[in-house]
Structure formats: C-alpha cells, structure tokens
C-alpha cells in the first residue's frame, strides 16, 4: 500500500465558456495582459479550445493558491506542457510568493475541454 505524506494546502476550479471568450482572443492587448509568449504559441494555430483551457488553469491556480488574483496577474501564472502533454504550472513574481509564503511545494493540475467548455482543476500540496 502506497502513502503519500502530502498537505494539500489548497483546491481551485474554474469553468470557461468556449464562445466568451473566442472575441477577446483575437484583440493584442488582451492576449498581451493574459496569456504570456509560451501559451500564445500553444494556440497559434486558432485553438479556442486550448486557449480556454489554460485561461480555466490560470483561474484555478490562482483559488488554489487561496488569494485569486490578489497581488498578482494572469500573466504570474504560467501554464505549460510537460513532454508527455501533461500541463504544468509555473509561477512567477507575486504568485510565486504566495506559492512559498503558503509552504506549498507543487500544485498538480488538470485541463479538459469540450466544444463549449474548458475545465481546470488545481490541487496546491
């Protein structure tokens, strides 16, 4: 039997309608303020559905570290992909502070979307 002696020191999830946000993504200024140059790339290609995905990330990180997005912005959460496609969180500047002051040590996180939706589910430890 597996045990695992991890604290989880915090849970966020968030759910984004496809269609919201489809207008916005095609505005510079707010791609410029939400997604940093790494998550741009990730949907160059026009998928709403990706771009969704990590906005449901960005927003479940931040419940999960227990402030939202105060004292910092969208773009001090970083989301990225690990070699398997696996997302992973980065943190910078004032998330990143949160993250240490909070004690965490990793936040495990989950994306999924559909045609309508994307849903993103943190868990900080």
């Not at 916005?24 to 998550?39: D, G």
């Not at 771009?51 to 970083?78: C, H, N, P, Q, R």
Request: glycine share 10%; proline share 3%.
């Amino acid at each position: 039997m597996l045990v695992m002696n991890t604290v989880i020191t915090g849970i966020g999830c968030d759910i984004v309608s496809i269609s919201r946000l489809e207008p916005l993504l095609q505005k510079p200024r707010f791609l410029e303020k939400v997604y940093t140059p790494r998550e741009q790339q990730c949907f160059a290609e026009g998928s709403s559905q990706r771009a969704a995905g990590i906005w449901a990330a960005k927003e479940a990180v931040s419940k999960a570290l227990g402030t939202g997005f105060a004292g910092f912005g969208m773009l001090d959460i970083e989301i990225d992909h690990n070699e398997k496609g696996a997302p992973v969180v980065k943190l910078h500047g004032g998330a990143k502070a949160v993250f240490e002051k909070n004690g965490c040590s990793s936040i495990q996180l989950s994306i999924s979307h559909e045609a309508t939706a994307a849903l993103a589910f943190a868990v900080a430890q």
